[in-house]
């Protein structure tokens, strides 16, 4: 049905150009008039028009500024033709990238923000897609801080206090992996932690937002002390009245 439609579409130039509706197997006829109205005989092709690929992709990990980001591609394509050709624009300051596989591409983004990703992929036949198009919310990472206390053995109560913060403000919504150097840990905000020995003791922090975004911070404490050890010296014997000295 289509190739009949397309029968009464006609072209008088030398070299038209066409564009035909959809898929399908079309007669094309050429025939040349003199200028004497001698006609040629007619000469027909079928030329078959496939259906275009289907660009497509999806993200498969946290999207955190400054860190990779992995698209994957699910882009389909008809029976009987392969996809040679993608291209990638991930809608910042950078270059498209044009590949002929369809690995999965990293990309780093420096700033939080949503930028349009865009995927084109192309036949063997030359068929291009229509471009794909996605917008990708970037998330900010957190920015970790937290005090370091000062211990005194033995109680070596120290009392950590979480500092950290995130530039979209959801703090609240964080969650916190603390290790103590002592092989001890917490997921609290602000833990209290035991420590027997004097130390130094390396006191690490992870802060992971509620998009997936995570830091970490090392700091070193040295202010675990020991417990202070009294003595004194001292005359067993004092005459009354005298002096004492201890």
């Known amino acids: 049905?289509?190739?009949h439609r397309?029968?009464?579409a006609k072209s008088t130039t030398q070299n038209p150009s066409h564009t035909f509706p959809g898929p399908g197997a079309y007669n094309v006829k050429h025939l040349i008039?003199?200028?004497v109205g001698c006609e040629s005989d007619t000469l027909t092709h079928i030329v078959n028009i496939g259906n275009l690929p289907t660009a497509g992709f999806n993200t498969t990990t946290a999207l955190c500024e400054g860190k990779d980001i992995t698209f994957r591609d699910i882009s389909s394509v008809p029976p009987g033709n392969t996809l040679t050709k993608w291209t990638w624009d991930f809608g910042d300051a950078t270059a498209p990238v044009v590949v002929f596989n369809n690995a999965s591409q990293t990309h780093r983004y420096g700033a939080a923000g949503t930028y349009i990703v865009t995927l084109t992929v192309e036949t063997s036949a030359g068929c291009q897609s229509i471009p794909f198009t996605m917008p990708v919310t970037v998330h900010p990472n957190p920015v970790v801080d937290f005090t370091l206390p000062s211990v005194c053995l033995p109680s070596g109560s120290?009392?950590?206090?979480?500092?950290s913060t995130i530039a979209d403000g959801t703090q609240?919504?964080?969650?916190w992996a603390w290790t103590f150097g002592d092989a001890g840990t917490s997921t609290q905000k602000n833990p209290l932690h035991i420590y027997t020995t004097a130390g130094p003791f390396q006191v690490g922090l992870t802060v992971t937002s509620n998009n997936g975004c995570a830091e970490s911070l090392t700091k070193t404490l040295s202010t675990v002390y020991p417990?202070?050890?009294a003595a004194f010296t001292y005359s067993p014997e004092v005459c009354l009245g005298s002096p004492a000295s201890f």
């Open 1 to 3: 049905p289509l190739a």
């Open 6 to 8: 397309q029968a009464f």
């Open 33 to 35: 008039v003199t200028d």
């Open 158 to 163: 120290a009392q950590f206090n979480d500092l």
């Open 172 to 175: 609240s919504q964080f969650t």
């Open 227 to 229: 417990e202070p050890q």
